[in-house]
């Protein structure tokens, strides 16, 4: 009886929680039900972030699993409260909303930002889809690498609050006199999509491949948006693209003027069988 009792109380305790109009959300409580976030959840009640991530209307917190966020547990309190407040974004971002940013590269801006102390852009996360699919996170400090990627959603209470799992500790470099010595590795990004063919592939064609993982967005990502921002990246072509572009020219121009006879030709048929 008294097990039955409690299942029903959990099942109705995040309907209680939404509705709720008092408590708004409480981080604390939403991590608790995650025992693999329990780590995490401590770091930040340890510190002000997760007063701060209650008190905010609109918000993401980008959250690590207990072996990621063991790296943060030896920080300096004070260092560990800016380390986290990277990891809140001030926007709501859920699965869908940021599979379909349709930027490559976006910056993010982060409770850190509001704290007046970031510089060097500290206070922005740089999310950057790579070339195989994966969403990647890093400070937006100049020359920071990728360190981290997303991993899956956690919970969502839309469109105020969003925790969603990364995979490792976005620590930027210099934070609080941190020592410069880069604190997470870099992700591997694997190069843009060179297309090893040296034929003249479209960039809509070439985009096609790189971005089908992401398919399950229903929307945005319209190649024809995407290619104009990808075509600053593959740019450095050699001029053997530019020569197939000129034959290209020559080709359907040539097609044009036969098409234009063949157009000629009918209509002459059409005439004389209208006699
Ligand atoms: C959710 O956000 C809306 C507007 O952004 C706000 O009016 C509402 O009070 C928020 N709800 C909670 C529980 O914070
Ligand atoms: C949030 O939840 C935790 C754990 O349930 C509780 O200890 C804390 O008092 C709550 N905070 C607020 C502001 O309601
Ligand atoms: C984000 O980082 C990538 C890789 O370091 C870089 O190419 C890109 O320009 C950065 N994006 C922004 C918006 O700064």
């Known amino acids: 009886m008294a097990p039955k009792l ?29 025992p693999d976030f329990s780590t995490f959840n401590s770091l ?20 690590l699993d207990n072996s990621a966020a063991s790296a943060l547990a030896r920080l300096p309190d004070d260092t560990l409260q800016e380390v986290l407040a990277v990891h809140v974004i001030l926007d709501y971002y859920d699965n869908v909303k940021i599979h379909s940013l349709r930027r490559r590269s976006t910056l993010f801006t982060t409770l850190f930002q509001t704290t007046g102390v970031a510089e060097n852009q500290m206070g922005f996360l740089n999310f950057t889809r790579l070339s195989d699919g994966r969403l990647a996170f ?8 990728l360190v981290s990627t997303y991993v899956k959603v956690v919970a969502t209470r839309p469109y105020n609050i969003s925790v969603l799992q990364i995979s490792s500790a976005i620590v930027p470099q210099g ?24 034929a003249p592939v479209d ?7 790189a971005e089908a993982p992401e ?4 929307d945005a990502d319209a190649p024809a948006s ?26 359907s121009s040539a ?3 036969a098409g234009g006879i063949s157009l000629g030709l009918v209509m002459a048929g059409v005439v004389l069988l209208g006699f």
């Open 255 to 257: 097609g044009r003027v």
């Open 6 to 34: 409690q299942a029903s109380v959990l099942l109705l305790l995040p309907f209680f929680l939404y509705l709720s109009p008092v408590a708004g959300h409480n981080i604390t409580r939403l991590l608790s039900q995650f």
């Open 175 to 198: 934070i609080n006199g941190l020592p410069l010595a880069p604190f997470g590795a870099p992700i591997v990004v694997p190069p843009e999509p060179l297309v090893p063919a040296p």
């Open 215 to 218: 398919a399950d967005a229903p």
């Open 138 to 145: 890093g400070s937006a400090t100049p020359g920071a690498p």
């Open 203 to 209: 960039d809509t064609v070439s985009d096609g491949p």
């Open 44 to 63: 930040l009640s340890k510190t002000a972030v997760a007063a701060e991530i209650n008190r905010r209307q609109t918000i993401t917190v980008l959250a």
């Open 226 to 251: 995407d290619s104009p921002a990808d075509s600053p990246g593959p740019a450095p072509v050699s001029h053997a693209p530019t020569m197939a572009d000129v034959s290209d020219v020559e080709d």
